[in-house]
C-alpha cells in the first residue's frame, strides 16, 4: 500500500512568486490536511479537505489556500511568498482515525 | 484555542535507559497520537490511542490514554541510538456528531538523544 506522496520535496522562490505543492493520499483515505512547520512555531494547521471540500482551516492569511480533486489529490497554494513562509509544508492523509505524513516540501523564500 | 504542552523539551540519555515523555491538554481530545520525527522528514505514527484508560504498547513503546482525556504519556524501554529524533504527541478532537476531523493540535515536541 503506498504512502503519502508530496511533491516537489525542495524549493526555492522568491519573495512576491506564488508557489503550489502537491499531495497523492493513501489510496482510500478522503481526508487531507495540510501542516506549516517551522522551527519557532511548530507544526501549525492550515487547512483539511474531505471530498473536495475545506471542512476545516487554521489561523493563516488568506494567501495559503488549498483544494482537493475528486481522486482526494490535494494541492496547497501560497501566493505573494514572504520570507516567513519559509518552511517543511506537511501533508497528512486520514481514515477514520490515524493520521499518516508525508514527507513534506521543504519550501525556502530568498 | 487548544494547546498542547508537551515535555520534557529534551532529553539526553545512555543506550538502554527508558524514556518517559507526556503530554497534558486544556481540551479533551478524542484521540492521541504519538509520532517521531527525523530531521528534514514528515512524522511517522508510532501509537495511536483512542479511548481514555488505553494502554498500547507498540515493541518497546508503551502509551496511555489519560483517564481525563486531557493527557497522554509515551515510555521508550532499552533505549537504543536508533531512537534519536523529535517526538511529538497530537490530539484530535471531534464534532458534536462524534466525525473525527483531521485536524491534529501538536505539542512542541521532546528532542531525544541517546549516548552510545
Known amino acids: 500500500k503506498a504512502g503519502v506522496t508530496q511533491t516537489p520535496r525542495y524549493l526555492i522562490k522568491t519573495r512576491g512568486q506564488q508557489v503550489t505543492l502537491s499531495c497523492s493520499p493513501i489510496s482510500g483515505h478522503r481526508s487531507v490536511s495540510w501542516y506549516q512547520q517551522t522551527p519557532g512555531q511548530g507544526l501549525q494547521f492550515l487547512f483539511e479537505y474531505f471530498s473536495e471540500t475545506q471542512r476545516n482551516k487554521g489561523n493563516f492569511p488568506g494567501r495559503f489556500s488549498g483544494r482537493q480533486f475528486s481522486n482526494s489529490r490535494s494541492e496547497m497554494n501560497v501566493s505573494t511568498l514572504e520570507l516567513g513562509d519559509s518552511a517543511l509544508y506537511l501533508c497528512?492523509?486520514?481514515?477514520?482515525?490515524?493520521?499518516?505524513f508525508g514527507q513534506g516540501t521543504r519550501l525556502t523564500v530568498v | 484555542g487548544q494547546q498542547l504542552n508537551q515535555s520534557p523539551q529534551s532529553m539526553f540519555i545512555q543506550e538502554g535507559e527508558d524514556v518517559s515523555m507526556n503530554c497534558t491538554s486544556s481540551s479533551i481530545f478524542n484521540t492521541w497520537l504519538w509520532y517521531k520525527q527525523d530531521p528534514g522528514e514528515g512524522p511517522v505514527l508510532l501509537i495511536a490511542l483512542y479511548k481514555a484508560g488505553e494502554l498500547t504498547s507498540n515493541g518497546r513503546l508503551t502509551a496511555q490514554f489519560g483517564i481525563t482525556r486531557k493527557d497522554s504519556f509515551l515510555n521508550i524501554s532499552a533505549s537504543i541510538p536508533s531512537d534519536v529524533g523529535i517526538y511529538f504527541c497530537a490530539g484530535r478532537s471531534s464534532n458534536a456528531g462524534g466525525t473525527s476531523y483531521g485536524k491534529l493540535t501538536f505539542g512542541q515536541g521532546t528532542i531525544l538523544t541517546v549516548h552510545p
Open positions: 497528512a492523509s486520514s481514515g477514520r482515525t490515524e493520521a499518516f
